[in-house]
Structures are given as structure tokens and as C-alpha cells.
């Protein structure tokens, strides 16, 4: 039997793929209309966000929320992937002498010139589409991938420990970045500015905007129907709010536009998207503003939402 609509928090574990827990809580909420506001990878353990049915529309304006991750650096060698999962690339004599040369106050100087607007190259093996297809798939393809660096903010970048060990220094780290930013990048870079190569050995995201991983549920022993939280409420938590009279919400799920009050939008989401909430703490639609007017951008169901 099928839930309603809303979004699920998971705790995803370590070694399967975001796509594995898709499909088990397909088999779960008995629906196929399940989605993600971004994907981590299988040796990354963390915070998924799920949209369910009609949900899946909200994850549009989720997906691009910072994030907050904790990891650890490895300093002293690379990888074929800038993480645990690629082929180890033998350590030079260059490698070995910049790790003997690591302070906490160098490591300190690196970390800080990654925070900010930076221009970032994602590693070959990622996501990224080249010309439609993933660098990842031409990159097992045999192909020679060159991906162009793109503009991303890291807003925090903090070390919470080092451990020196034979030939390596590991690094326990903090990140806050915006949605885009690859960690496992940063720890190539870092190495790179330090002299040697580094790769991301462990990672886990904790919060996505305003989604902690401490609210999320394991997989084992889910429970959807209780962890499902509503379309409103998701809503509220993503995003600026206009509450709506019944005769607006009505209108809005026709698709009508409807006049817009100064007194209920925040001088500073005045050219925000809005979750247009009505009595009943209904999400009818994502709306707009234009002029004095509000439009649908994208209306939710209501019989889903019951």
C-alpha cells in the first residue's frame, strides 16, 4: 500500500549507492515515484533527502541548498578518483618531503585559501556530463577527461584533527559549501597546495539546508509512514512562505495568478520562489512574483497530500 506525498530523511550507509536506497524505499512506500536532492557516494555514508509522489517536485528547490560534511584527508599520495575507492598513485620523493615539512599552522594557511569563491575542477571520475555523457563513464571508457572548473562557495573549511603516520599525514576536517562543491577536490587541492597529493578517505554529510542526518532514520527497520514529513513542512523548512487565503489556494491550483499583499513577503524575499501555503497547512504551489501578481511555477496535488 502507497503513502502519501512528503519527504524521507536516510541515513545512508557505507557501500552501496544512492540508487540502492532509492529502490528500497520504492519496495517500502510502494510507490516508484521517489526521487533525491543529490546523490553520495557509495563509500560517502550521510543525509539523503527523498521526495515521495507528488514530493519529488520539491526536491527542485532542495537540491541546490548548502551542505555540511565531515571527512577525512589523507596527505602523502593520490588516488585514480581523489578518494578511497581509486587506484593508490605511488608516493614520490617530492610527496615525502613535503609531509615531513607539515605544520598545522601550513596545513591552517591551505585550508584558508579554499574558503570562499573558488573555481573548482571536479574530479574526472564524477557526474559531470561531458557533451551528455558522464565523466565517469568516459573515463572508464578509456577516454582522456578535462573538466572545466567551475565557480563554487566553501564557506567553511575548518581541521579538527591531524594524525601523522608513516609516510602520511591524515586530516579530520569540516566543510560547509554550496550545492555543487566536490570534497573529495578540496582534498586533492589541498594536497596540491601543500606541496604533495592528498584523497578523501572518509565522508559524511550531515545536514542539507535545513535537514540534519541527526533527525534521519537507518535503513534497517525504516519506517516510512512515520518518518514522512509533509509537504508543507518541507516546504517551510526550504524555503520563504506566503500563506494564502482558501479562495487564492483554490485559484492557484487552477493555475490563476493572484494579486500579491506587500504586507506578506519579507523585504528580502521579495524576488524569492514562495511555497504558497493555504488553510490545512496545504502546499498548493511553488509561485513567483510578477508585479503585483504571484504565478504558479509548480502546483502540488491535493489528494496526495491528505
Same mark, same amino acid.
Given at each position: 500500500?502507497?503513502?502519501?506525498?512528503?519527504?524521507?530523511?536516510?541515513?545512508?550507509?557505507?557501500?552501496?549507492?544512492?540508487?540502492?536506497?532509492?529502490?528500497?524505499?520504492?519496495?517500502?512506500?510502494?510507490?516508484?515515484?521517489?526521487?533525491?536532492?543529490?546523490?553520495?557516494?557509495?563509500?560517502?555514508?550521510?543525509?539523503?533527502?527523498?521526495?515521495?509522489?507528488?514530493?519529488?517536485?520539491?526536491?527542485? =528547490?532542495?537540491?541546490?541548498?548548502?551542505?555540511?560534511?565531515?571527512?577525512?584527508?589523507?596527505?602523502?599520495?593520490?588516488?585514480?578518483?581523489?578518494?578511497?575507492?581509486? !587506484?593508490?598513485?605511488?608516493?614520490?620523493?617530492?610527496?615525502?618531503?613535503?609531509?615531513?615539512?607539515?605544520?598545522?599552522?601550513?596545513?591552517?594557511?591551505?585550508?584558508?585559501?579554499?574558503?570562499?569563491?573558488?573555481?573548482?575542477?571536479?574530479?574526472?571520475?564524477?557526474?559531470?556530463?561531458?557533451?551528455?555523457?558522464?565523466?565517469?563513464?568516459?573515463?572508464?571508457?578509456?577516454?582522456?577527461?578535462?573538466?572545466?572548473?567551475?565557480?563554487?562557495?566553501?564557506?567553511?573549511?575548518?581541521?579538527?584533527?591531524?594524525?601523522?603516520?608513516?609516510?602520511?599525514? %591524515?586530516?579530520?576536517?569540516?566543510?560547509?559549501?554550496?550545492?555543487?562543491?566536490?570534497?573529495?577536490?578540496?582534498?586533492?587541492?589541498?594536497?596540491?597546495?601543500?606541496?604533495?597529493?592528498?584523497?578523501?578517505?572518509?565522508?559524511?554529510?550531515?545536514?542539507?539546508?535545513? =535537514?540534519?542526518?541527526?533527525?534521519?532514520?537507518?535503513?534497517?527497520?525504516? %519506517?516510512?509512514?512515520?518518518?514522512?514529513?509533509?509537504?508543507?513542512?518541507?516546504?517551510?523548512?526550504?524555503?520563504?512562505?506566503?500563506?494564502?487565503?482558501?479562495?487564492?489556494?483554490?485559484?492557484?491550483?487552477?493555475?490563476?495568478?493572484?494579486?500579491?499583499?506587500?504586507?506578506?513577503?519579507?523585504?528580502?524575499?521579495?524576488?524569492?520562489?514562495?511555497?504558497a501555503i493555504a488553510?490545512?497547512?496545504?502546499?498548493?504551489?511553488?509561485?513567483?512574483?510578477?508585479?503585483d501578481q504571484l504565478?504558479?511555477?509548480?502546483?502540488?496535488?491535493?489528494? !496526495?497530500?491528505?
Amino acid at each position: 500500500m502507497g503513502v502519501n506525498s512528503g519527504i524521507l530523511l536516510v541515513d545512508k550507509p557505507q557501500g552501496i549507492t544512492s540508487h540502492d536506497v532509492v529502490a528500497r524505499m520504492r519496495r517500502l512506500a510502494g510507490t516508484r515515484k521517489i526521487g533525491h536532492a543529490g546523490t553520495l557516494d557509495p563509500m560517502a555514508t550521510g543525509l539523503l533527502v527523498l521526495g515521495v509522489d507528488s514530493a519529488t517536485r520539491l526536491l527542485h =528547490y532542495l537540491v541546490g541548498l548548502d551542505k555540511e560534511y565531515f571527512a577525512t584527508i589523507r596527505l602523502g599520495w593520490g588516488t585514480t578518483t581523489d578518494d578511497a575507492e581509486g !587506484e593508490p598513485l605511488p608516493a614520490t620523493d617530492v610527496d615525502r618531503a613535503a609531509i615531513a615539512a607539515l605544520t598545522d599552522e601550513s596545513i591552517h594557511v591551505a585550508m584558508l585559501r579554499q574558503v570562499g569563491e573558488i573555481d573548482q575542477v571536479p574530479s574526472a571520475v564524477s557526474a559531470v556530463k561531458v557533451d551528455g555523457k558522464r565523466a565517469y563513464q568516459r573515463v572508464r571508457d578509456g577516454e582522456q577527461v578535462e573538466l572545466a572548473s567551475r565557480r563554487v562557495t566553501v564557506s567553511a573549511f575548518e581541521l579538527l584533527e591531524s594524525r601523522a603516520g608513516d609516510g602520511y599525514v %591524515d586530516l579530520d576536517v569540516r566543510v560547509e559549501c554550496s550545492s555543487g562543491t566536490y570534497v573529495r577536490a578540496l582534498a586533492r587541492d589541498l594536497g596540491s597546495a601543500l606541496g604533495t597529493a592528498g584523497h578523501l578517505t572518509a565522508l559524511r554529510r550531515s545536514r542539507i539546508g535545513q =535537514y540534519s542526518v541527526d533527525e534521519a532514520s537507518e535503513l534497517e527497520g525504516f %519506517d516510512v509512514v512515520a518518518s514522512l514529513i509533509g509537504p508543507a513542512a518541507a516546504a517551510r523548512r526550504s524555503m520563504p512562505v506566503v500563506e494564502v487565503t482558501a479562495a487564492e489556494a483554490v485559484d492557484l491550483g487552477h493555475g490563476k495568478r493572484v494579486a500579491v499583499d506587500e504586507a506578506r513577503l519579507a523585504a528580502s524575499d521579495r524576488d524569492a520562489s514562495f511555497a504558497a501555503i493555504a488553510p490545512g497547512d496545504r502546499l498548493i504551489a511553488i509561485v513567483e512574483r510578477r508585479g503585483d501578481q504571484l504565478k504558479v511555477i509548480t502546483g502540488f496535488p491535493q489528494q !496526495e497530500q491528505s
